[in-house]
Nanobody, 116 residues
Framework: QVALVESGGGLVRTGDSLRLSCVVS????????MGWYRQAPGQLRELVAL??????NYADFAKGRFTISRDNAKNTIYLQMNSLTPEDTATYFCTIRLSVGDQWHWGQGTQVTVSS
C-alpha cells in the first residue's frame, strides 16, 4: 500500500522560506514521476513542480523560487520554497506515479500560510 505524508507547512511571513517534505512508504526504487501541487481556497488544484523523464516542469510562479528534490535513502520528496508571498498561501500536496500503468498517489496535504 503506497502512502504519502506531507509535512513542513506553517505560518510564515512574506519573504520567508519553507521546506516541505513528503515521506513515501510502500514504494521504493525508481519513480516514473513525482510532483507537488497546491490548492488555494475556492481554487482548482494547480501544478507547482513535476519531475518525470525529462527536465522538471515548474509552474511560472515557481520558477526561480521553488525547487523539487528527492532523497532516495529517506524515501522523501522535498519542495524548497523561497521568497514566499501571500499568493503562495495554499494547501500543498505531493504526488507520485510508479509506472505507466499505475495511478497517481496523493498525500493529504500540508497547509502553507504566508502573511503580508
Amino acid at each position: 500500500q503506497v502512502a504519502l505524508v506531507e509535512s513542513g507547512g506553517g505560518l510564515v511571513r512574506t519573504g520567508d522560506s519553507l521546506r516541505l517534505s513528503c515521506v513515501v512508504s510502500g514504494a521504493t526504487g525508481n519513480l516514473l514521476a513525482m510532483g507537488w501541487y497546491r490548492q488555494a481556497p475556492g481554487q482548482l488544484r494547480e501544478l507547482v513542480a513535476l519531475a518525470s523523464l525529462g527536465p522538471v516542469n515548474y509552474a511560472d510562479f515557481a520558477k526561480g523560487r521553488f525547487t523539487i528534490s528527492r532523497d532516495n535513502a529517506k524515501n522523501t520528496i522535498y519542495l524548497q520554497m523561497n521568497s514566499l508571498t501571500p499568493e503562495d498561501t495554499a494547501t500543498y500536496f505531493c504526488t507520485i506515479r510508479l509506472s505507466v500503468g499505475d495511478q497517481w498517489h496523493w498525500g493529504q496535504g500540508t497547509q502553507v500560510t504566508v502573511s503580508s
